[in-house]
């Protein structure tokens, strides 16, 4: 018996009756599980060790097909629905899977033929001819292969075993002990790892309910779309007490809160993650009560390494380690890892790895306060260096223009430029250059001087259909500076020496 299979024999004796997974009238109780899963996996009739695809949207289906590929040993793969075709086809090449998990709906128009999954009510399954002997291995011990779209827009798989997944699980578990939660809205893409890790395989160790619904439902409009006001609607008629959102729907949140003077009396628990969240977003959140607490992870390192907490909470801040983890801070400012392990890179065999090193190096710049706190400051690589020699990370000033209501999305670039300079997107087609001017007004004035923006100038909004944004929602910094560098450039230099909290605008077409 592995890992997970002892997790959820132990979570079915002790919660048996318990309602674990729901979609509408369906539900699955804990007591179910053991029987359920080890049903499914038989089904498939794989060999050993097999890799598994889920090409499944959110929903019970797709959290069961993930649980019985744990069950079974296999390692599995969810690509996530953002993915183009191109994306796609890529990941499945380099993962060589034995097997393929898709809508029914789906399988016509599928190569091979695809047969209704016993145990699973709208999924059917392909076998296909594995290539792995043009591939790299994982690990015989991987549970997971996560996939993103990576900066560049190519597939990165990181394979992750099942010991430090559960490590996390554990770590998250324990930390929201006491809470009172009794069940969790899965809000984000399930391919997502921290959805995987801490909204599933936590709540699952403390016998919580696990509320799932189709993307759509959420309102989610493909890769970077989002109906704020379904979002909400759908959160609120869950009454679910714990939620994981990215800064992004934080703000769908908080806005549609703070226009329409709702609150959501149940939650008690909100974790923000995936990107820095702007303080000023931070207090507009308490202001609604809303209970929002900040973390940090990394795919290679199973997902969440620091949290904060009811108990051990500071605003700004992602909080403490958690308690399989060490951090320290470099002399240059990185943010260094150790106990947590670290995946490896499936789809590039030259890749290195970084097992044998002690301290795993993040990529990210952060400091720790006194008490043991992390704040982060942004990626390593994205630092730039204005004309008066100060180093700026553009994620910082990003969040705080974000955090504004009329600032949809923002990229900044300083680089040996005497002012900053920001492109950015409005919430709103119709939204004025005078509320985009007070916008970035309001966000000069909570930064320093060295920091402000100087200038902006407005565009389209970035997409993965133009290639300014990755899959899973995060500027592809290469392409926007191949877009903007010009206009931001001639903007830049035409700037005082002394950048000021008003700044200059310029509308330029993206």
Known sequence: MNGFSALLQDAAAR?????????????????????????????WQLPSTPRIALLLDNGVDAVLADLAGRWSAATVASIPPFFTPEQRSRALEDLAPDLILLPTAQAAVWPGEAKPCLGLESTSALKTESHRSRLPQAESSSACISYTSGSTGEPKGVALDE????????????????????????ALPGATLLEQVAGVYAPLLRGV?????????LGYDGASGLDPLRFVRRVARSKAQSVILVPQLLEALV?????????MGSLTFVAVGGARVSTSLLRRAERLGLPVFEGYGMTECGSVLALNRVAAHRRGSVGRPLPHVQLRIADDGEILVAGAGHGHALASPTAKTQEALDWWPTGDLGRLDDEGFLYIEGRRRNVFITAFGRNVSPEWVESELCAEPAVSQAYVDGEALPANVAVLVPQRADCSDVQLDAAVAAANARLPSYARVGAWLRAEPFSTTNGLLTGNGRPRRDALRSRFDEAVRALGLRQTLHPRVSPVQESVSA
Do not use: F, M, N, W
């Open 15 to 43: 919660h048996g009756d318990r309602p674990a997974l729901v979609e509408g009238e369906r539900s699955v109780r804990y007591g179910e599980l053991p029987e359920l899963l080890g049903r499914i996996a038989d089904s």
């Open 163 to 186: 010991s430090l997944l559960l490590q996390v699980a554990g770590s998250l578990a324990a930390a929201v002990d006491g809470l009172g939660i009794r069940k969790h809205l899965a």
């Open 209 to 217: 309910t696990i509320e799932c619904c189709a993307l759509k439902e």
């Open 255 to 263: 806005g549609v809160l703070e226009h329409t003077g709702q609150r």
